[in-house]
């Protein structure tokens, strides 16, 4: 009976993992490729989902050959960053971060916000912490600049846990213990996240202008100011300098 | 004491200065604004179907400027906003390397899945098929989905700061060049 009992439970998660829909991947094995925190245009299972400024587009992509936007909708966040996870986007605004559940496929329906004063707002995210950077600037807007922790196990009411101020934060990236703040020519931030709502500083690597990173299998691909470089992260709190690509 | 009315108005012209977009303002009807040429970007305007045309070149291209990176397999693209998208092999990364650009004017996004490159050409949204790096090409678009990308297009302001001259948004900008422009448009 327990062996029964077992089987079932197996054979549901089975079940339950299938459920999953196929959003970016992590990896080099993934049939998605991974996105940068400040990027536009996302894809969750069949469909891209992308913003600009005052929209939120579903293009349904089943066939590549014939591709339809399925969904427009009007929203008036001044929408800058789009981040998946699972079957959620977490949608960076200069007045807020919006999580947006596509389990519908073709409308995101709106399922939590966490509003904050008018910035500049990329963001990374997973099932209980989300990290997000704001940079207030006579451009974006006059919010206290630096990398905001929130808990959003409930989804509906996030709460923000930690504001570690910044100068110049910009992009960002998470990988399993360790979380990547670029910080233009203040340099790069490594974070220990073992306590994910209470990010450890480990270091900072100087010397290069940081825009945005993308944490992909075990390297760092990093967009500098003059070009691209890229770390290994076997030892995600260490980075080690493996290549650069100047422009 | 004086000074905070001038930061203030300052950080008030700089905030503003976002909405250069608006400030092409006729003259009203029987008068006319004394328009002064200063040295500036010019917009270089080109047909629908050759704007939108999508071309893989297996060169290295210089970048004009940087935008958004994704990885994807053994690759890592560049957005060059307006402009394309540079390819970078990253197979052995301590050799990461530039091999090639997609030349795609209006474009400032990126998602790949299953060798599908979903990027915008202006306000389309374009397909390419990434499986045979020989033969990268169109396979389909999505016309004018993207109602705010086409005048907000990187391309549809110049690479540098300065004075420009206002683009017609009628018309598909493919470039800019230096020359003497009317001082209307201004990017900071």
């Known amino acids: ?247 | 004491m004086l000074r905070k009315p001038f930061l203030l108005l300052f950080v008030f012209s700089i905030y503003f200065s976002s909405c250069w977009r608006y400030r092409n303002i006729d003259p009203p009807p029987g008068t006319s604004y004394t328009q002064t040429k200063v040295l500036g970007y010019k917009p270089v305007y080109g047909e629908e179907s050759a704007a939108k045309k999508i071309l893989y070149k297996a060169t290295p291209s210089p970048v004009i400027k940087a935008g958004n990176i994704y990885a994807f397999r053994n690759y890592i693209f560049q957005i060059d906003p307006g402009y394309g998208i540079h390819v970078i092999d990253n197979s052995i990364p301590s050799d990461a390397k530039r091999i090639g650009f997609i030349e795609a004017k209006g474009c400032s996004q990126i998602s790949i899945k299953n060798d599908k490159l979903y990027t915008n050409s202006y306000d389309d949204l374009v397909v390419l098929d990434f499986s045979d790096l020989n033969n990268v090409h169109e396979i389909s678009r999505a016309k004018n989905v993207f109602v705010e990308y086409r005048n907000y297009s990187p391309i549809a302001q110049p690479p540098g700061s300065g004075y420009f001259e206002c683009p017609d948004y009628g018309k598909f900008v493919v470039d800019w060049k230096r020359d003497s422009v009317i001082q209307l448009c201004f990017k900071y």
């Not at chain 1, 270091?203 to 100011?225: A, E, R, S």
């Open chain 1, 1 to 247: 009976m327990k062996k029964l009992i077992h089987l079932c439970i197996l054979f549901c998660s089975v079940i339950y993992l299938g459920c999953e829909k196929n959003a970016e991947g992590t990896s080099a094995a993934s049939s998605i490729g991974k996105g940068g925190s400040l990027a536009k245009f996302t894809i969750i299972g069949n469909y891209v989902y992308a913003v600009s400024s005052h929209y939120l587009y579903s293009i349904d992509i089943t066939d590549p050959s014939h591709p339809v936007k399925v969904n427009q909708s009007q929203l008036n966040y001044d929408m800058e960053t789009i981040y998946p996870y699972k079957n959620r986007l977490f949608i960076g605004s200069k007045t807020g971060l919006y999580i947006y559940s596509v389990d519908t496929g073709s409308s995101p329906r709106l399922i939590g916000e966490a509003k904050h004063g008018r910035s500049c707002d990329p963001v990374v995210a997973n099932d209980s912490v989300s990290y997000s950077t704001l940079k207030g600037s006579t451009f974006c807007g006059p919010a206290t600049s630096g990398l905001y922790v929130h808990d959003i196990k409930n989804l509906n009411a996030p709460i923000l846990k930690k504001l570690i101020p910044l100068n110049d934060p910009v992009g960002l990236g998470m990988a399993d213990s360790a979380l990547y703040v670029c910080n233009n020519t203040d340099g790069l931030k490594v974070y220990d996240i073992k306590n994910a709502y209470s990010p450890l500083e480990k270091m900072t690597i100087q010397g290069l202008g940081f825009v945005d990173v993308i944490p992909f299998d075990n390297i760092l691909i990093c967009w500098i100011n003059d070009g691209i470089s890229l770390y290994d992260i076997t030892n995600q709190l260490q980075p080690v300098l493996i290549k650069k690509i100047s422009n």
